[in-house]
């Protein structure tokens, strides 16, 4: 099984799931026959950065959920739609002007941990369907606030009138979508998300990343190691022998020089390479996440 990492480039228009199976009809007329699976779903309406895990790679996922993403995304005041982007039906308008000086005000002020409504048209599960799902069908239903991380909220400048290019830095789980009808609501008016390029996910950014086309000409060269997920990690050095008795689920004792903190998650290795992520007990090792 081929373990790795690719940093693709979404174009717009695209779904998530498409560039997958694009990405995985690729593979597979290379001889590339791995698990596959992306870190993060962008808008159909989105590009930009999505990092696609191929192997056991696919196992670092929940090691990604706290990741800072940045975003560069265009609002417009004035109109509301169902989707809360350009996609989705008008279903509110009105005469507000926004002036550059009132949105660096309101943004300004974003940061910290928030209470955040995602859009009706998400993946949000309702009783185990998409909300999506039942925004489409036009059945009335809530979803419940839930906190994301919002580090920052940066006007970079106007585009046309009403309408303005932001870069947002947050954690993962947030709606960009939601930011524009919140950053309305403090101006007194509406708003819509009318275009989102995420240009970095973590350690992966545009500038290095590649677009379905590049990929189909030389697939191997674009399979990035699974180490540049657990660059943050602290590392610990074991024998062969420890990551056994690891592997047969016994916790292992650390040296003096390895790290004391506990709760600590830990990459292990050993002579062959990462064998994993472990949590340190104390003076304890015992794994948690197997990468070999």
Known sequence: MLNGVINLNKSSEMSSNKALCILKKTLFQNNIITKIGHFGTLDPIAEGVLPVALGRATRLFDYTLDKIKIYRATFAFGVETDTLDRTGKVVRQDDKTVSEEELVAVCSRIGGYVLQTPPLYSAKSVGGVRAYDLARKGLDFELSPKKVYIESVKVLSQCAPNEFELEIVCGGGTYIRSIARDVAAELGTVGIMTSLVRTASGPFTIENSVTLEE?????????????????????????????????????ISLNEADIKEKNVLVCVRDEDGIA????????????KTWLK
């Open 215 to 251: 990929l189909s000409e030389n697939p191997y060269s674009c399979i990035l190691p699974m180490d540049i997920f657990l660059r943050d990690f602290p590392c610990v050095e074991v024998s062969r022998q420890q990551t056994q008795r690891m592997l047969n689920g016994l916790e």
């Open 276 to 287: 994993g992520i472990a949590v340190n007990n104390g003076n304890l090792l015992k794994m």
